[in-house]
C-alpha cells in the first residue's frame, strides 16, 4: 500500500539539485558524464554506455563530443565581463573555440539577449552547425552598445572531437518482462526545474522501485541527453520496448509549484494516458492539458510513428510555459523541495496505479451475497456507505474487459479508491484475475 | 395502433394496490403467496411457483420461511403502544421471536427510527442475520426515552422454518421466441409507491399483452421477491433469458406524479436503454436520467457480468431519491390513480414502439416516386408538410442498418411518429423488412 | 499551387447567368436543350444526352417532353394583364394548353399567389399531373379580385409529347480512374440564385478542371434536370459510379454573398463532408451547417440507400433559408459576381484540397534530422516559427493511417496549409506516398 509520504524524500532530491547545479552539461562530454556518476553513486545498478562519435541512429549521427574548460570576455581594462565560470549558460552550447580581440561591432553579432526579458541570460545552443557565442542579459548588451567603438578579448577555450555520447540506463526487473519506462533528460547546464527537476525525480523514484521486494512490471529508467539520446537508445533498443513497453513516462519540469500539467501522447490513448488522467482528474483536477500538438521532449521520439510507445508526460509547469524557461532565472530559487515531493507522489502514485491495474472477472453470476462474508451491513437502512457502493460497482464492472482503471473512470472516481477493494474481493474469491497480457 | 386512452385503468390499478396494502409481505411467507394469488385472479394464466428453502441459487441459499402472526409492545398499563396490526413497518422483517418483559434500556437497542423524519417509521430488515427490532417514529421513541425506567412487555409471534420461497411467473407467447421482460418485485409490506406500483403497473400491461391477438414477441412477466427471488429465477433460467430477451425493463416506483426518471443498463447502450430515452426524451423531455452507478433494483442481477441481460429501468420519484422512500410516508397518498395510469401509459408506448421496431430497406434506389402512389403533393409550392418530410427521411434512412428508433434518433422525433409511416411504405412496396433476429 | 485569384471570373460567370436568364427552362424541352448548348460552346467536350420519354428509371419514368411557345390573360378590353413572354414564372410549368374565354371565378381556381410576399411571383410546377395554372404577384390577384364578374380570354400555347429529356455530361479523364462528382441542375425557369448560379460556378470550375496538364482524379461533371435528371442518370451509371467516385458535390444556390451553407451527407462523414467541413471551418467559420434531414437537392438521389455516394452540397443562401427562394424575386440582383466569385473559389479549393490529400507515412523512426537539410534552424532558442512546427506534426502525424485532411483536422488548420509542406517533406525523402486506393 501507498501511504506513508516520507517528506524527507523533497529536501533530498533538492540536494541533489543543488549538487548538480554548477555542472556545465550538454548532449556529450564530461559534465554529463560527471553528473551520470552522480546518479551512479545514488544508484549502484545504473549503468553507464558510450556511444561513439559518428554512430549512426536512424536519420541522425551521434555527433563529436564537445568539452569546454572556459570562456569569457575582457573588455580593454582587462576586465572579465561575461564570464562562464560564473554562469555556464554565458556560453552557446557546443560553441568553436575563439581566442582573440574583436570590435564591438563584430562581438555583438555573436551576444544573444531577450530584450523582453532584460535580466535573464538565455539558454542557447547549436549542436549541429559550427558557431560561437556568448549570451547576456539584455541589461549587459544594452551596456556595452553605449561603447560601441570599444574592442574585446574573446576567449572561449572547448574542443569538440570524437568521443561518446553518454547516457545511464537502470533496469530493475520485475514479475514479468512487461516495463513501465521513465525517461529524464540529464543535458541541460544550470538551470534546474529544466532540467534538474526531472534527473532527481527520476532518480528518487529509481531509489523507490528498487526497494520494492519485487514489482510486477519491469522498470527500464533512463537519463539520456534529449533528442539524440533518446534517438541513439530506440536506435539500439525499440524492438524490444515495442514488445514490452505497456506504459511509460517523459519526466521533466517537475519542481516548481505553479500548477501540474499533462502532455498527451499522440493519439491519447495510451494506457500512460488513461492512469495520468484518472490521476490528476481526482488529485488536482485543475491541472493544464496539452495535446501531443504542444509536445517539446523525448515523447517526439517515443511517439513516432513506427516506434509509437505508450508514453506521455506529466510536468508542473510545463517547458515552454513559462516566463523562466531557458533562461538564468529557471534557477534553484524557482524549484523547491515541496515541488519535488509533490511530482514523486504523483508519479509514485501513476506507477502503484499501473503496478495495480489488472483486469478482474467477477467469478459468480449475479450479485455474491457479500452479507455472509462479512463484507455487506446485515441491517437493510435507507442507505448504504460509499465504500459499499464503490465494492458493489467494481464487481459489476469487473467484466473481464475492463481494467481497474476504465472501472474507476466509469465510476468517476481514482482507481486508487479501488486496490484495496479489488484485493478484499480477490481474498474473498469473488474476483479473479484475468489473464492479459501485462499480467 | 395505440390511440385510445382507457382512463379506467388508472382507478383499476389503485383499487388493486388498495386492497393489497395491508398485507405484511416479505421475500418468503404467506403475506407474499396471498399477494401472488390477487395477481392470479387478475392473471389466470400466472404461475406461482414455489422454491424450497435450502436450495442454492449461485452464490445464494434460499432462506427459511418467515411468517408472522403478531408483534406489539405493550407498557406497564397493558397498554399495547407499538402495534404490528396497526401498520406492518413496525416489525424489522424477518424479526425472531420474543416474548418478555424487558426494560426500557433493552427495548430501546432493538427499536429503529428516524431523527430527520420525526413522523415517519422506517422500514427495516434483516434478512440473513437472526434478530428482532420494532421500527418506531422518531417523536414516538423521544416519548418512551422521557420513562428510562419504565418496563416493557415485548412480543413478536413469527416463526423462521424451512419453507419455500414463493414467486409468480407469466409468459404470454408471441409471434416470435424472442421476449421482453418486464420484472417487479412483491416482498414490501405496507408501503405505496415502493412497492406496490410496480406490481399493479406489471399487471395492467399484462392484461393488455394478454388481450392482443398476437404479439410479435413472447413477454416473460415475472412478480419477484426482490435481490433473492430474481437471483433464484435467473439460476433456473438464464441461458434461455440470454438467448431470447432482446430488452427489458425492471418496474418500479411508477406510482407518484413528481417526476419521471430512467436508470440506464450496464453499459446504457442496450435496445431497452435505447427506446427508453427515445419515448422519454420526446415525451417527458425533464426527466431524470440516472446510470447504472444508481442502481437499486433487479436490475443489479440482470445486468451483472456474465448474465448481462438488455434491462433498464423507468420509474417515477426513483427509489432512493424521494424523502417518503421506505417508511410509512409511502403510503396510498403518496401514490395516484393518475400517476398509474402515466406510467403505465408511458411503458405501453416503449412495448408498442418495440414491437413495431424493425429494420426497413429502401426496395428501389434512388426516390421512390410518391406522387404516383398519391403519397407526395403533385404540385409543387415552396413548403412540404411534416408528415411527407418525416416519410421521404424514413425512406433514405431505411438502409437495412438502423432500426426505426435508431432513424427516429436521426430525426429528433418519436419513433412512434414513425410507425404508421413504415406501414403506409410497406404496403405501398417502397419498403421492406429485413430479417433480422427478432423479426 | 493554388494562389493566383482571375478576378475576373466572376464577371465571366454574372455575364453567362444574365445571358440565361430569360430562357424558359423546364425538366425536358427546347430552354434545356439551349442552355446545354450555351454551355457546350464553352466546354466543347461537354456531351449532351437525349434519354427518350417513356424510359424506365428505378421507380421513375421520364415524362414527355414540355414546350411552350406563348401564354398570356387578356381582360375585356384585349389587354394583355398577365404576359409569358414578360415573366416566364408566370405560367405553372408543365401546363396543358387552354384557348377560351372563362368567368374570373374559374380564372382565380387556377392562380397562384403568395399572400405574404405580395410583389412576387411564385414558381410553381406539376410535372406529374396534368393541370395548367398562372403565377401571378398576390397584388395583382388582389386586383383582380375586385371585379369578379369580369372574364377574360386565357391562352396557355404548349405541348406535351413523346420527346426526350435532355442533360449535359463532361467526363475530364485525370490519371486514375478515381472520380470527383461534380452536379448541378439545368431546369428552373428564370431565377438567378436557384438555379443559375450553380451551372455558371460548375462550368467556371469545369474550364479551370480542363486547362490543367492533368488532374489526379477524374472529373464527372453534370448539368441535369433535378430529380429527374439524377435519377435517370444514376440508373445508367451508378454502379461505374459506386466503384469510382471518392467525393462529390451538389453545386446550388452559388451566387449571392449573405451566408455560406453546408448540406451533409446521408451520415454525415464521407470523403466530401470531410474536405468541405475543413475548408469552411477556416476560411469562413460562420457558415451554416445543415445535416441531411434537410436535404432538397440531387444529393437525395447520390446518397440513397445503396446508391451510397460521399456527396454533399456547398451552399450561400441555402435552398428554402432564403425569402426570395422560388419566386420572382430570386433574379439578377440577388447574385453577384462577388458571390459567384467567392462560391467558385471555395470549390476550387476543396477540389485543390482532394487533389493532394494523400496518406503520407514518415520513411524513418523517430524526428528525422531536419537541420542538415535545411529545414529547421541550427540554433535553438525559445521559440519556433509556425511553418516549423506545422512540419513536425505533419512528420508525426504522418503514420500512413491519417490522410492530410484528418491531419490538418487534429492540427487544428485548413488542410492546404499542409499541401506544400508534403512537397517539400517528399522531395527531402523525409515522407512517402502510401498506396491508398485513390493514389
Redesign the interface.
Known amino acids: 500500500m501507498l501511504n506513508n509520504k516520507d517528506l524527507s524524500i523533497g529536501s533530498k532530491m533538492y540536494q541533489w539539485a543543488t549538487d548538480l547545479f554548477p555542472i556545465c552539461r550538454s548532449i556529450t562530454g564530461n559534465g554529463l558524464r560527471q553528473t551520470l556518476r552522480y546518479f551512479q553513486n545514488l544508484l549502484p545498478d545504473l549503468k553507464i554506455h558510450e556511444v561513439p562519435s559518428g554512430t549512426q541512429?536512424?536519420?541522425?549521427t551521434v555527433p563529436d563530443e564537445w568539452n569546454i574548460k572556459d570562456a569569457f570576455i575582457c573588455d580593454e581594462q582587462g576586465q572579465k565581463i561575461v564570464d562562464f565560470l560564473q554562469n555556464n549558460l554565458h556560453v552557446?552550447g557546443y560553441s568553436e573555440s575563439v581566442d582573440r580581440w574583436m570590435t564591438f561591432e563584430e562581438l555583438d553579432r555573436h551576444l544573444?539577449s531577450?530584450p523582453e526579458q532584460p535580466t535573464a541570460i538565455?539558454y542557447?545552443?547549436?549542436?549541429?552547425?559550427r558557431?560561437w557565442g556568448f549570451c547576456v542579459s539584455e541589461n549587459q548588451r544594452q551596456q556595452l552598445r553605449q561603447n560601441p567603438l570599444a574592442k574585446y578579448y574573446v576567449k572561449i577555450d572547448s574542443s569538440l572531437q570524437p568521443g561518446s555520447l553518454t547516457y545511464g540506463e537502470l533496469i530493475i526487473p520485475g514479475e514479468t518482462k512487461y516495463e513501465v519506462l521513465l525517461s529524464t533528460y540529464v543535458c541541460h547546464p544550470s538551470m534546474a526545474n529544466n532540467e534538474l527537476s526531472g534527473p532527481v525525480v527520476t532518480t528518487a523514484l529509481a531509489e523507490y522501485l528498487s526497494k520494492q521486494h519485487l514489482n510486477r512490471y519491469t522498470y527500464r529508467i533512463l537519463f539520456l541527453p534529449e533528442?539524440i539520446g533518446?534517438?541513439v537508445y530506440?536506435?539500439q533498443n525499440?524492438q524490444t520496448m515495442k514488445q514490452q513497453v505497456i506504459a511509460g513516462f517523459v519526466i521533466t519540469c517537475v519542481g516548481d509549484r505553479r500548477t501540474y500539467s499533462y502532455v498527451g501522447s499522440?493519439l491519447g490513448n495510451t494506457l500512460a494516458d488513461k492512469v495520468v488522467l484518472n490521476i490528476l482528474n481526482h488529485k488536482v483536477p485543475n491541472y493544464q492539458q496539452y495535446s501531443?500538438?504542444n509536445?517539446g521532449s523525448d515523447e517526439?521520439?517515443y511517439?513516432?510513428?513506427?516506434?509509437?510507445l505508450p508514453v506521455c508526460s506529466i510536468c508542473r509547469s510545463k517547458y515552454?510555459e513559462y516566463l523562466e524557461?531557458?533562461t538564468s532565472l529557471d534557477d534553484l530559487s524557482f524549484i523547491s523541495s515541496e515541488g519535488l515531493q509533490e511530482s514523486y507522489e504523483i508519479l509514485r502514485e501513476c506507477i502503484f496505479t499501473l503496478e495495480n491495474n489488472f483486469i478482474y472477472?467477477?467469478k459468480?453470476?449475479?450479485?455474491?451475497?457479500l452479507?455472509?462474508r462479512g463484507l455487506y451491513p446485515?441491517?437493510?437502512?435507507?442507505e448504504s456507505g460509499k465504500q459499499v457502493r464503490n465494492m458493489?460497482?467494481l464487481?459489476?464492472?469487473?467484466?473481464?474487459e475492463h481494467d481497474l482503471i476504465e472501472i474507476a473512470d466509469?465510476?468517476?472516481i481514482p482507481a486508487t479508491d479501488l486496490i484495496s477493494l479489488a484485493q478484499i474481493l480477490l481474498e474473498n474469491n469473488i474476483l479473479q484475475k484475468m489473464n492479459n497480457e501485462n499480467n
Chains 1, 2, 3 share one sequence.
Open positions: 541512429a536512424f536519420d541522425w552557446v544573444y531577450l538565455p542557447i545552443t547549436s549542436y549541429y552547425k558557431r533528442t533518446s534517438i530506440l536506435s525499440w499522440r501531443f500538438l509536445r517526439r521520439q511517439c513516432s510513428p513506427g516506434i509509437d515552454g524557461y531557458h472477472k467477477t459468480v453470476f449475479c450479485e455474491p451475497q452479507g455472509k446485515t441491517l437493510s437502512t435507507k458493489m460497482n464487481i459489476a464492472y469487473a467484466d473481464g466509469i465510476m468517476g
